[in-house]
């Protein structure tokens, strides 16, 4: 509700956010589609005409595809179980009272601003190198022999280091919507008899519906892109092998940017599937 | 109303958070002490954990050898840099948005955040094709556009949810007392959504700051940040880890401490405002 | 001077008219109160007088000259929003200043005037205060304080007092009427509450669905109501409004008869009934009686010491020259 003039002002102030998104949208997508029909090698004699839809039927009959969308479901379906189960045990705790919880809070968080290429470091290097790691150390001291963490559980690895770093976001998250939940509902659940756990899933678990799905959905989208921790990890060795690496390694390293690109198209497909249902959520709470 | 817990529950639940707080915090607290050993120390077994020789010597070797500065002023341009444009494009969008809504305004907020769902490797050859054609490969300007880009629509829509906050009324009110559509936003909206821009300004730093997907992608040498720098230790070359733990202490301290500051605004730019 | 006329306004949000066509005259001086059930379109019409919405056709004159196309700083209106609209980062005196210093006066000007409008309004004490450290009725006054500074042509006032509680609301009232009295400024008001109305107007303007339903003083209403809406709106506790054939008896669709104009008895009466639940307000007592004459319980007031236990039988008169009729459109047959 506005008038004329305020209209007028305010799509002329949206327009350069507007344009230099639409640009950033439509121009490398355009590309990736246009390449994604080419036979496009640009260092074993660049543009060698159209392809139709070999690059997509190559990409998928590839012996790499199905191995690296195993990989991929893994590491995102491994890490969201952790990081979700362990974020509401996690979150229900830090709501109760305690000494200190600004600290804890604190603590919890940390892992969330440390940059990816760090924690991947610290953790292949000075925890699961298989001679100096802390984790070779404490194996040795129990007696055991020193794993080599990240060629023989590469991939359980690979979820340990990724749900470090994503424990806070779902922790703080799922922190924040407990702390909305009206504590007389509570109340009222145990004056009508409702033990703890009775408690826990009638209460707690529903109210938290909401921000556990949005937890799964943005972490969803984060994580099938991940790429840092695999880049400086394994470099896609020892089964590690992402779909995201995979078309990474395409398009950079054997430079088939034809294939490269239809396996974008595939990503981009697979990212907007997961995209559509956060949209609704987020759309359905602008209207509220 | 909060009821009365017995001491007893409460020291349970402060050895148990503190506990788990101190283990998730470990491989953190770690690094930074072994940034502190002599490589030998840092490798020590038994691991020591505070009883070593305290020394600067991996901090100055680190800065020597690799010229850790360079990154790091890279790392603030390209973070710093960024934010700063997607703000001055976000906020009058945002204003727009908030106090001027019309039918598409929904839509527009949402496609914003449907271009940053997009995978950044759907769209990595164009990008790198386009990078070399306009010479922006290793270019600080051309990784200052592309985090304002990438980072833009969290802009938009943190700055859309402060400003929504702000009951339209006192615009309004502005409006009736004789303010122009300039005094409006420079003397009422602009101090009121100074936390809000503050907030929004110190979460998109951090982001932009730990993006490691185009800035190892984009960069080789000269434009380099220091998630760059520090992937450059993947490579092993023998006994490194104290300095390994200086270089990653340099790059991760700033980010830690604003990071702090910024706990309550990462829900609210990372959910877009759905989980309040 | 701030005589207002609305000629042939209109309103449209998209394909859905709020305001079909409307005239309206506010004279000069006059205290005016817009009221009606919520989503009538008061507050929109006082958003057009504002400026702050723009109309769809017709045209606005403020003092003769057309104001259509003005923007609402160069109405020369002041505006008291429902949240008061302070400005939560300035203190109270730069709250006060603020339109002042948008019209660009010199500062001593500024002080003399933000200085008179404080003392008037007993915020001498608070003016270096933040809106944030005053209650809720200190706000409200801040919030008159900085349209009374401008002498503007006229007053508009949002509901001002709707988020005040009900002790400080009846103090508040008082000091508008008292505010209007002394500056003798027009004022517009808008305010879902009939008790407000009655009790400051001095002239009421009914509306319901964007319509004008009825337009006078406040005991012109109250004693004369055009239709049912006015006489049901009007009024508290309601009338009683009976259709069927009690009100055929009458030769009407509607009759209606407000409780004070109902004598009860136990002994006779025109209407037999039984007593449902009643009110004790000390002064007044008000009987809930359930009665064949009537679908609905009728209202009837009696005296404060009057007490009839719930289920009495009693019997009901009407005094037939109070009695309201309205035709089968629910307009009054006089």
Known sequence: MATQHSRSAARLMMAPAVVLLLGWMLVPLTMTLYFSFKNYLPLRGGDLGWAGFDNYVRFVSSSAFWPAVQTTLVIVGGVLLITVVLGILLAMLLDQPMWGQGVVRILVIAPFFVMPTVSALVWKNMFMDPVNGLFAHLWRFFGAEPVSWLSDASLSSIIMIVSWQWLPFATLILLTAIQSLDSEQLEAAEMDGAPALARFTNIILPHLGRAITIVILIQTIFLLSIFAEIFVTTGGAFGTRTLTYLIFQRVLESQNVGLGSAGGVYAIILANIVAIFLMRIVGKNLDA | MARAVTTQRKAINTTLAWAIGLLIFFPILWTILTSFKTEAQAIANPPIFIGFDWTLENYSIVQERSNYMRFLWNSVIIAGGSTILGIIIAVPAAWSMAFVPSKRTKDILLWMLSTKMLPAVGVLYPIYLLFIQLGLLDSRIGLVIVMMLINLPIIVWMLYTYFREIPGEILEAARMDGASLREELLYVLTPMAIPGIASTILLNFILAWNEAFWTLNLTAVDAAPLTAFIASYSSPEGLFFAKLSAASTMAIAPILILGWFSQKQLVRGLTFGAVK | ?334
Request: hydrophobic share 40%; charged share 25%; net charge negative.
């Open chain 3, 1 to 334: 001077m701030g005589r207002i006329q609305l000629k042939q306004v209109t309103k449209s949000f998209g394909d859905v008219q709020v305001i079909p066509p409307l005239d309206l005259t506010i004279e000069d001086g006059e205290f005016t109160v817009f009221v009606g059930p919520s989503g009538c379109g008061k507050s929109t019409l006082l958003r057009l007088i504002a400026g702050l919405e723009d109309i769809s056709s017709g045209s606005i004159d403020i003092d003769g000259a057309d104001a259509t196309n003005v923007p609402p700083a160069k109405r020369g209106l002041a505006m008291v929003f429902q949240s008061y609209a302070l400005y939560p980062h300035m203190t109270v005196r730069k709250n006060i200043a603020f339109p002042l210093r948008m019209a660009k006066l010199d500062q001593a000007e500024i002080d003399k005037r933000v200085n008179g409008a404080a003392s008037v309004l007993n915020l001498t004490d608070y003016l270096d205060r933040r809106p944030g450290q005053l209650s809720g009725g200190q706000r409200q006054r801040v919030a008159i304080g900085r349209a009374i500074v401008r002498e503007p042509a006229a007053f508009l006032f949002d509901e001002p007092l709707s988020n005040l509680d009900a002790a400080l609301r009846v103090g508040m009232r008082l000091e508008i009427s008292e505010l209007h009295k002394r500056l003798a400024t027009t004022m517009i008001y808008v305010t879902h509450d009939q008790v407000e109305a009655m009790t400051m107007a001095d002239k009421i303007v009914v509306l319901h669905a964007g319509v004008i339903e009825q337009v006078g003083s406040p005991l012109e209403l109250y004693q004369r109501p055009r239709n049912t809406f006015v006489a049901g709106f009007i009024g508290s506790p309601k009338m009683n409004l009976i259709t069927g054939s009690e009100a055929t008896k009458h030769d009407a669709t509607t009759i209606g008869i407000r409780p004070e104009h109902i004598d009860i008895s136990e002994t006779d009466g025109t209407w037999k009934g039984t007593i449902g639940v009643s009110e004790h307000l000390g002064s007044d007592t008000f009987f809930h009686v359930l009665c064949d004459a009537s679908s609905e319980p009728l209202t009837v007031r009696a005296s404060g010491e009057r007490d009839l236990k719930y289920g009495t039988e009693v019997y009901l008169t009407p005094r037939l020259e109070n009695l309201h009729r309205f035709d089968q459109q629910g307009l009054r047959i006089e």
